[in-house]
Protein backbone atom coordinates (compact mmCIF):
# COMPACT_ATOMS: atom_id res chain seq x y z
CA UNK A 1 0.00 0.00 0.00
CA UNK A 2 3.07 2.76 1.03
CA UNK A 3 4.70 1.55 -2.75
CA UNK A 4 1.46 2.70 -4.06
CA UNK A 5 0.59 5.55 -2.51
CA UNK A 6 4.10 7.21 -3.47
CA UNK A 7 3.47 6.00 -7.62
CA UNK A 8 -0.07 7.88 -7.26
CA UNK A 9 1.86 10.90 -5.55
CA UNK A 10 5.12 10.87 -8.38
CA UNK A 11 2.25 10.53 -11.24
CA UNK A 12 0.89 13.36 -9.69
CA UNK A 13 3.31 15.68 -9.47
CA UNK A 14 4.34 14.91 -12.94
CA UNK A 15 0.60 14.74 -14.24
CA UNK A 16 0.44 18.70 -12.41
CA UNK A 17 3.48 19.59 -14.44
CA UNK A 18 3.01 18.30 -17.92
CA UNK A 19 -1.09 17.76 -18.13
CA UNK A 20 -3.76 20.63 -19.07
CA UNK A 21 -6.79 20.16 -16.89
CA UNK A 22 -5.57 16.77 -15.06
CA UNK A 23 -7.58 17.14 -11.87
CA UNK A 24 -7.00 14.26 -9.36
CA UNK A 25 -9.11 16.26 -6.55
CA UNK A 26 -11.82 13.86 -4.75
CA UNK A 27 -14.76 16.65 -3.65
CA UNK A 28 -15.89 14.79 -0.34
CA UNK A 29 -19.98 15.85 0.27
CA UNK A 30 -20.15 17.66 -3.10
CA UNK A 31 -22.70 16.36 -5.63
CA UNK A 32 -22.34 16.79 -9.81
CA UNK A 33 -26.17 16.35 -9.93
CA UNK A 34 -27.72 15.76 -13.53
CA UNK A 35 -25.43 15.38 -16.83
CA UNK A 36 -25.52 10.86 -16.40
CA UNK A 37 -24.22 8.70 -18.88
CA UNK A 38 -25.00 5.61 -16.89
CA UNK A 39 -24.52 4.39 -13.32
CA UNK A 40 -22.36 1.22 -12.48
CA UNK A 41 -21.15 0.23 -8.78
CA UNK A 42 -17.89 0.53 -7.28
CA UNK A 43 -16.76 0.03 -3.82
CA UNK A 44 -15.34 3.54 -3.14
CA UNK A 45 -14.76 7.19 -4.76
CA UNK A 46 -11.31 6.06 -6.23
CA UNK A 47 -12.40 2.98 -8.06
CA UNK A 48 -15.16 5.13 -9.37
CA UNK A 49 -12.80 7.61 -10.74
CA UNK A 50 -10.24 4.85 -11.97
CA UNK A 51 -14.14 3.62 -14.18
CA UNK A 52 -14.80 6.78 -15.18
CA UNK A 53 -11.32 6.80 -16.23
CA UNK A 54 -12.07 3.93 -18.80
CA UNK A 55 -15.14 5.17 -19.93
CA UNK A 56 -14.80 6.57 -23.23
CA UNK A 57 -16.90 9.99 -22.68
CA UNK A 58 -17.24 10.15 -19.09
CA UNK A 59 -15.75 13.21 -17.57
CA UNK A 60 -16.45 13.28 -14.29
CA UNK A 61 -18.50 11.63 -11.66
CA UNK A 62 -20.51 11.45 -8.26
CA UNK A 63 -20.00 8.18 -5.88
CA UNK A 64 -22.75 7.11 -3.08
CA UNK A 65 -20.65 6.32 -0.17
CA UNK A 66 -21.64 3.60 2.20
CA UNK A 67 -22.66 7.13 4.95
CA UNK A 68 -25.67 7.94 2.14
CA UNK A 69 -28.63 7.97 4.11
CA UNK A 70 -31.75 9.56 2.05
CA UNK A 71 -32.26 5.88 0.52
CA UNK A 72 -31.19 2.79 0.10
CA UNK A 73 -28.88 3.41 -2.84
CA UNK A 74 -24.78 2.77 -1.62
CA UNK A 75 -21.62 2.37 -3.67
CA UNK A 76 -23.29 3.62 -7.08
CA UNK A 77 -20.64 5.57 -9.52
CA UNK A 78 -22.62 8.23 -11.79
CA UNK A 79 -20.10 8.74 -14.64
CA UNK A 80 -21.44 11.85 -16.28
CA UNK A 81 -20.26 14.57 -19.51
CA UNK A 82 -21.31 17.85 -20.90
CA UNK A 83 -20.54 19.69 -24.01
CA UNK A 84 -18.19 22.20 -21.62
CA UNK A 85 -16.35 19.74 -20.42
CA UNK A 86 -16.86 20.44 -16.53
CA UNK A 87 -20.26 20.02 -14.30
CA UNK A 88 -23.27 22.58 -15.22
CA UNK A 89 -24.01 22.46 -11.03
CA UNK A 90 -21.90 21.87 -7.84
CA UNK A 91 -23.88 21.54 -4.71
CA UNK A 92 -23.46 20.19 -1.35
CA UNK A 93 -24.47 16.80 -0.68
CA UNK A 94 -23.38 14.79 2.39
CA UNK A 95 -22.82 10.96 1.61
CA UNK A 96 -21.54 11.15 -1.91
CA UNK A 97 -17.89 12.16 -3.19
CA UNK A 98 -17.18 13.70 -6.59
CA UNK A 99 -14.51 13.79 -8.67
CA UNK A 100 -12.99 13.84 -12.61
CA UNK A 101 -11.83 11.48 -15.29
CA UNK A 102 -7.99 11.05 -15.23
CA UNK A 103 -7.90 10.99 -19.05
CA UNK A 104 -5.99 13.75 -19.37
CA UNK A 105 -3.27 13.14 -16.82
CA UNK A 106 0.28 11.93 -18.19
CA UNK A 107 1.56 9.41 -17.83
CA UNK A 108 -1.55 7.16 -17.71
CA UNK A 109 -2.25 6.70 -14.18
CA UNK A 110 -1.62 3.79 -12.07
CA UNK A 111 -4.36 0.99 -11.77
CA UNK A 112 -3.65 1.06 -7.90
CA UNK A 113 -5.83 -1.54 -6.27
CA UNK A 114 -4.54 -2.62 -2.93
CA UNK A 115 -7.00 -2.11 -0.53
CA UNK A 116 -9.52 -4.63 0.84
CA UNK A 117 -12.98 -3.65 1.92
CA UNK A 118 -14.66 -5.08 5.32
CA UNK A 119 -18.09 -5.71 5.37
CA UNK A 120 -18.91 -5.62 1.49
CA UNK A 121 -19.83 -8.67 -0.99
CA UNK A 122 -18.80 -8.09 -4.82
CA UNK A 123 -21.79 -10.26 -5.84
CA UNK A 124 -21.97 -12.35 -8.29
CA UNK A 125 -19.57 -13.36 -11.39
CA UNK A 126 -17.53 -16.58 -9.50
CA UNK A 127 -15.67 -18.73 -11.36
CA UNK A 128 -13.96 -20.48 -8.74
CA UNK A 129 -14.17 -21.12 -5.24
CA UNK A 130 -12.34 -22.64 -2.30
CA UNK A 131 -11.16 -22.50 1.49
CA UNK A 132 -8.51 -20.21 2.92
CA UNK A 133 -7.44 -19.42 6.09
CA UNK A 134 -8.22 -15.43 6.08
CA UNK A 135 -8.77 -13.05 3.14
CA UNK A 136 -5.29 -12.43 3.01
CA UNK A 137 -4.73 -15.94 1.36
CA UNK A 138 -8.28 -15.16 -0.38
CA UNK A 139 -6.31 -12.43 -2.33
CA UNK A 140 -2.97 -14.17 -2.37
CA UNK A 141 -5.52 -17.28 -4.66
CA UNK A 142 -6.63 -14.52 -6.58
CA UNK A 143 -3.22 -12.68 -7.32
CA UNK A 144 -1.51 -15.71 -8.59
CA UNK A 145 -4.83 -17.15 -10.56
CA UNK A 146 -4.17 -16.00 -14.13
CA UNK A 147 -7.78 -15.20 -14.84
CA UNK A 148 -8.83 -13.63 -11.18
CA UNK A 149 -10.48 -9.78 -11.19
CA UNK A 150 -11.26 -9.28 -7.81
CA UNK A 151 -12.48 -11.83 -4.84
CA UNK A 152 -14.70 -11.68 -1.63
CA UNK A 153 -14.02 -13.72 1.31
CA UNK A 154 -16.54 -15.13 4.23
CA UNK A 155 -14.96 -15.13 7.47
CA UNK A 156 -15.32 -17.31 11.12
CA UNK A 157 -18.07 -15.14 12.26
CA UNK A 158 -20.37 -15.83 8.88
CA UNK A 159 -23.97 -16.84 10.06
CA UNK A 160 -24.36 -19.83 7.29
CA UNK A 161 -21.70 -21.73 9.24
CA UNK A 162 -20.77 -24.72 6.31
CA UNK A 163 -19.43 -21.59 4.08
CA UNK A 164 -17.22 -19.91 6.56
CA UNK A 165 -13.90 -19.22 4.94
CA UNK A 166 -14.95 -19.71 1.87
CA UNK A 167 -12.99 -17.46 -1.00
CA UNK A 168 -14.64 -16.60 -4.20
CA UNK A 169 -12.53 -16.12 -7.05
CA UNK A 170 -14.44 -13.41 -9.68
CA UNK A 171 -13.79 -12.21 -13.09
CA UNK A 172 -14.42 -9.41 -15.51
CA UNK A 173 -13.56 -9.00 -18.98
CA UNK A 174 -9.51 -8.04 -19.89
CA UNK A 175 -10.45 -7.92 -23.46
CA UNK A 176 -12.42 -4.76 -24.55
CA UNK A 177 -15.67 -5.17 -25.76
CA UNK A 178 -17.49 -3.46 -28.61
CA UNK A 179 -20.17 -3.84 -30.84
CA UNK A 180 -19.38 -5.52 -34.13
CA UNK A 181 -21.88 -4.56 -37.51
CA UNK A 182 -21.51 -4.73 -41.19
CA UNK A 183 -21.29 -1.33 -42.93
CA UNK A 184 -20.36 -0.04 -46.35
CA UNK A 185 -17.65 2.48 -47.00
CA UNK A 186 -15.78 1.92 -43.35
CA UNK A 187 -12.43 0.23 -41.65
CA UNK A 188 -12.37 -0.77 -38.39
CA UNK A 189 -9.74 -2.42 -36.40
CA UNK A 190 -7.70 -2.63 -33.04
CA UNK A 191 -4.62 -0.73 -31.36
CA UNK A 192 -1.83 -2.74 -32.22
CA UNK A 193 -0.97 -3.11 -28.49
CA UNK A 194 -1.66 -6.51 -26.59
CA UNK A 195 -5.81 -6.54 -25.04
CA UNK A 196 -5.16 -8.98 -22.81
CA UNK A 197 -3.73 -7.75 -19.28
CA UNK A 198 -1.61 -10.80 -18.04
CA UNK A 199 1.43 -12.02 -19.78
CA UNK A 200 3.42 -14.79 -19.80
CA UNK A 201 6.84 -15.27 -21.21
CA UNK A 202 5.43 -18.49 -23.30
CA UNK A 203 4.30 -17.79 -27.04
CA UNK A 204 1.78 -19.73 -28.53
CA UNK A 205 -0.19 -19.46 -31.56
CA UNK A 206 -3.62 -21.24 -30.30
CA UNK A 207 -5.34 -23.14 -32.72
CA UNK A 208 -8.38 -22.89 -34.93
CA UNK A 209 -10.05 -25.17 -37.06
CA UNK A 210 -11.51 -23.67 -39.82
CA UNK A 211 -15.31 -24.77 -41.24
CA UNK A 212 -15.83 -26.45 -38.18
CA UNK A 213 -18.68 -26.17 -35.76
CA UNK A 214 -17.86 -27.65 -32.91
CA UNK A 215 -21.04 -28.96 -31.15
CA UNK A 216 -22.96 -27.90 -27.79
CA UNK A 217 -24.73 -25.12 -25.87
CA UNK A 218 -22.54 -22.17 -25.79
CA UNK A 219 -22.87 -20.53 -21.99
CA UNK A 220 -21.84 -16.69 -23.42
CA UNK A 221 -22.27 -15.27 -26.77
CA UNK A 222 -20.48 -12.37 -27.65
CA UNK A 223 -19.56 -10.23 -30.68
CA UNK A 224 -16.14 -10.48 -32.58
CA UNK A 225 -14.30 -8.91 -35.44
CA UNK A 226 -13.06 -12.03 -36.28
CA UNK A 227 -12.01 -15.58 -35.29
CA UNK A 228 -8.91 -14.51 -33.70
CA UNK A 229 -10.60 -11.69 -31.91
CA UNK A 230 -13.26 -14.84 -31.14
CA UNK A 231 -10.32 -16.64 -29.69
CA UNK A 232 -9.01 -14.19 -27.50
CA UNK A 233 -11.95 -13.73 -25.51
CA UNK A 234 -12.12 -17.45 -25.08
CA UNK A 235 -8.80 -17.22 -23.82
CA UNK A 236 -9.58 -14.85 -21.27
CA UNK A 237 -12.21 -16.67 -20.00
CA UNK A 238 -11.55 -19.04 -17.50
CA UNK A 239 -14.83 -21.38 -18.22
CA UNK A 240 -14.18 -21.32 -21.81
CA UNK A 241 -12.89 -24.60 -22.78
CA UNK A 242 -13.65 -23.75 -26.75
CA UNK A 243 -15.87 -21.50 -29.32
CA UNK A 244 -17.10 -21.54 -32.10
CA UNK A 245 -17.26 -17.61 -34.69
CA UNK A 246 -19.52 -17.54 -37.36
CA UNK A 247 -18.47 -15.40 -39.83
CA UNK A 248 -21.68 -13.89 -41.84
CA UNK A 249 -23.26 -12.67 -38.34
CA UNK A 250 -19.81 -11.96 -36.33
CA UNK A 251 -20.86 -14.01 -33.44
CA UNK A 252 -18.78 -15.43 -30.89
CA UNK A 253 -19.99 -18.96 -28.76
CA UNK A 254 -18.20 -18.94 -25.59
CA UNK A 255 -18.79 -22.97 -24.79
CA UNK A 256 -17.96 -24.86 -21.83
CA UNK A 257 -17.51 -28.87 -21.77
CA UNK A 258 -14.29 -30.35 -20.03
CA UNK A 259 -15.07 -33.95 -20.99
CA UNK A 260 -15.56 -33.84 -24.79
CA UNK A 261 -15.08 -31.87 -28.27
CA UNK A 262 -17.59 -32.79 -31.04
CA UNK A 263 -16.70 -31.12 -34.43
CA UNK A 264 -18.92 -31.05 -36.92
CA UNK A 265 -17.71 -29.90 -40.87
CA UNK A 266 -19.26 -26.00 -41.12
CA UNK A 267 -18.81 -23.51 -43.65
CA UNK A 268 -18.56 -19.68 -42.37
CA UNK A 269 -17.77 -21.23 -38.83
CA UNK A 270 -14.14 -21.38 -37.43
CA UNK A 271 -13.97 -22.96 -34.49
CA UNK A 272 -10.98 -23.33 -31.96
CA UNK A 273 -9.10 -23.70 -28.25
CA UNK A 274 -7.95 -20.91 -26.04
CA UNK A 275 -4.30 -20.33 -24.98
CA UNK A 276 -3.97 -21.15 -20.82
CA UNK A 277 -0.97 -20.16 -19.73
CA UNK A 278 1.35 -18.45 -22.25
CA UNK A 279 1.06 -15.26 -24.46
CA UNK A 280 -1.35 -15.70 -27.46
CA UNK A 281 -0.30 -14.43 -30.62
CA UNK A 282 -1.73 -11.36 -31.72
CA UNK A 283 -1.14 -11.49 -35.43
CA UNK A 284 -5.49 -10.81 -35.47
CA UNK A 285 -4.82 -7.09 -33.91
CA UNK A 286 -2.89 -5.56 -37.26
CA UNK A 287 -6.11 -6.47 -39.35
CA UNK A 288 -7.96 -4.26 -41.01
CA UNK A 289 -11.71 -5.10 -41.35
CA UNK A 290 -13.12 -3.26 -44.46
CA UNK A 291 -17.19 -2.91 -44.35
CA UNK A 292 -17.07 -4.03 -40.69
CA UNK A 293 -18.07 -0.95 -37.97
CA UNK A 294 -17.13 -0.69 -34.11
CA UNK A 295 -19.94 1.43 -33.13
CA UNK A 296 -20.12 3.41 -30.19
CA UNK A 297 -17.79 3.90 -27.52
CA UNK A 298 -16.40 7.01 -29.39
CA UNK A 299 -13.46 9.03 -27.16
CA UNK A 300 -13.18 11.36 -30.00
CA UNK A 301 -13.00 11.84 -33.76
CA UNK A 302 -10.21 13.50 -36.08
CA UNK A 303 -9.84 14.11 -40.25
CA UNK A 304 -7.56 11.93 -41.99
CA UNK A 305 -6.47 10.71 -44.96
CA UNK A 306 -6.23 7.07 -44.56
CA UNK A 307 -7.36 3.91 -42.39
CA UNK A 308 -3.87 3.26 -42.15
CA UNK A 309 -3.36 6.85 -40.75
CA UNK A 310 -6.44 5.94 -38.47
CA UNK A 311 -5.06 3.18 -36.75
CA UNK A 312 -1.77 4.15 -36.04
CA UNK A 313 -3.01 7.41 -34.54
CA UNK A 314 -5.28 4.87 -32.31
CA UNK A 315 -2.03 2.82 -31.27
CA UNK A 316 0.07 6.17 -30.20
CA UNK A 317 -2.95 6.92 -28.09
CA UNK A 318 -2.74 5.91 -24.69
CA UNK A 319 -6.42 6.06 -24.45
CA UNK A 320 -7.33 4.23 -27.65
CA UNK A 321 -8.20 0.52 -27.86
CA UNK A 322 -10.05 0.44 -31.23
CA UNK A 323 -10.99 2.31 -34.08
CA UNK A 324 -13.73 2.87 -37.36
CA UNK A 325 -12.54 5.33 -40.10
CA UNK A 326 -15.07 6.40 -42.75
CA UNK A 327 -14.21 6.52 -46.39
CA UNK A 328 -15.23 8.28 -49.36
CA UNK A 329 -17.50 5.01 -50.23
CA UNK A 330 -19.61 6.03 -47.23
CA UNK A 331 -23.10 6.67 -47.88
CA UNK A 332 -22.91 10.41 -46.35
CA UNK A 333 -20.33 12.70 -47.18
CA UNK A 334 -20.51 14.51 -43.82
CA UNK A 335 -18.22 11.99 -42.10
CA UNK A 336 -16.10 11.50 -44.94
CA UNK A 337 -12.28 11.14 -43.44
CA UNK A 338 -13.50 10.95 -39.68
CA UNK A 339 -11.22 8.75 -37.64
CA UNK A 340 -12.87 7.39 -34.17
CA UNK A 341 -10.93 6.66 -31.95
CA UNK A 342 -12.42 4.53 -29.40
CA UNK A 343 -12.10 2.59 -25.51
CA UNK A 344 -13.97 0.57 -23.37
CA UNK A 345 -13.84 -0.11 -19.45
CA UNK A 346 -11.34 -3.02 -18.62
CA UNK A 347 -10.17 -2.03 -15.06
CA UNK A 348 -11.79 -4.66 -12.73
CA UNK A 349 -15.20 -3.73 -12.28
CA UNK A 350 -17.55 -5.94 -9.70
CA UNK A 351 -21.49 -5.91 -11.52
CA UNK A 352 -22.79 -5.24 -7.93
CA UNK A 353 -21.43 -3.96 -4.35
CA UNK A 354 -23.27 -4.58 -1.12
CA UNK A 355 -23.41 -4.51 2.27
CA UNK A 356 -22.35 -8.10 3.70
CA UNK A 357 -21.76 -8.63 7.73
CA UNK A 358 -18.51 -11.03 8.32
CA UNK A 359 -16.97 -10.61 4.39
CA UNK A 360 -14.24 -9.12 2.91
CA UNK A 361 -13.54 -8.01 -0.34
CA UNK A 362 -10.85 -6.47 -2.68
CA UNK A 363 -8.82 -6.29 -5.85
CA UNK A 364 -5.81 -9.35 -7.37
CA UNK A 365 -2.70 -7.07 -6.80
CA UNK A 366 -1.09 -8.09 -9.99
CA UNK A 367 -0.78 -4.44 -10.83
CA UNK A 368 0.53 -2.94 -7.60
CA UNK A 369 4.48 -2.67 -8.01
CA UNK A 370 5.21 -4.06 -4.35
CA UNK A 371 4.07 -7.43 -3.23
CA UNK A 372 3.56 -5.52 0.20
CA UNK A 373 0.04 -6.37 2.57
CA UNK A 374 -3.19 -4.94 1.89
CA UNK A 375 -4.25 -2.43 4.19
CA UNK A 376 -8.14 -2.84 5.31
CA UNK A 377 -10.13 -0.14 4.08
CA UNK A 378 -13.64 -0.12 6.11
CA UNK A 379 -16.18 1.46 4.07
Avoid at 40 to 46: F, Q, R
Avoid at 241 to 255: E, M, P, Q
Amino acid sequence: MGTCLILVVLLSIYSSSFSEGCNRELLVNVDFPGTDITSLYSPDADHCQQLCTDHPSCLFFTFIRADWTRDDRHFYCYLKNTASGQPNVRTQLLGVTSGFSLKPCSPEPQRCLSQVYQKLDFFGQDYRTLFTADYEECQRACTQDPACRFFTFVNENYALEKIRYKCHLKFSWTVPMTRVEATAGVVSGFAHKTLVTQHFNTACEGKLFPDTDIQGSSYETLTAASPGHCQTLCSDHPLCTYFTYVSNSFTCYLKKNPDEIVTKPKQGYTSGLPARFCQLDNEWLKEAHEGIDFPGSDIRYELMDDAETCQTTCTQDANCQFYTYVSKNFHSSVHWRRCYLKRAITIPAPSKVTKLANAVSGFSLKNVQSALPSTSHIV
